[in-house]
Nanobody
Framework: QIQMVESGGASVQAGGSVNVSCVVS????????MAWFRQAPGKEREGVAS???????RYADSVKGRFTISRDNAKNILYLEMNNLQPEDTAMYYC??????????????????????????WGLGTLVAISS
């Protein structure tokens, strides 16, 4: 059974930092494209960052220079380090896996996921709330 469990969500003030992680079981992380998505209240789910099997990382323009995606394949954990957070970063943050290559994950960077493909597996999310 495949499980993806996010943790680390928090409420912080603007300019603060939050680190979230996603513990994965039931699949080998090094065989999957991994990504972080977010969904703000009343908005569609959008891609934030992707990490390909060859280590290539990509980001939505809105988070470049502030967010860092990383993975520990040995521990099967995906991370997202978020710095200089702003109120518009408030959202549920989800980790997701795409078999082999980042296709949907890249298409959805900074854009609504709807109509851009399907991710194979999802976590249940962790809430990050930023106050001004």
């Amino acid at each position: 059974q495949i499980q993806m469990v996010e943790s680390g969500g928090a409420s912080v003030q603007a300019g603060g930092s939050v680190n979230v992680s996603c513990v994965v079981s039931g699949l080998m992380l090094d065989e999957y494209c991994m990504a972080w998505f977010r969904q703000a209240p009343g908005k569609e789910r959008e891609g934030v960052a992707s990490s390909d099997t060859d280590g290539t990382s990509r980001y939505a323009d809105s988070v470049k220079g502030r967010f860092t995606i990383s993975r520990d394949n040995a521990k099967n954990i995906l991370y997202l380090e978020m710095n200089n957070l702003q109120p518009e970063d408030t959202a549920m943050y989800y980790c997701a896996a795409e078999s082999q290559f980042c296709l949907t994950a890249i298409e959805a960077l900074g854009a609504p996921l709807t109509g851009r493909g399907v991710m194979d597996y999802w976590g249940l999310g962790t809430l990050v709330a930023i106050s001004s």
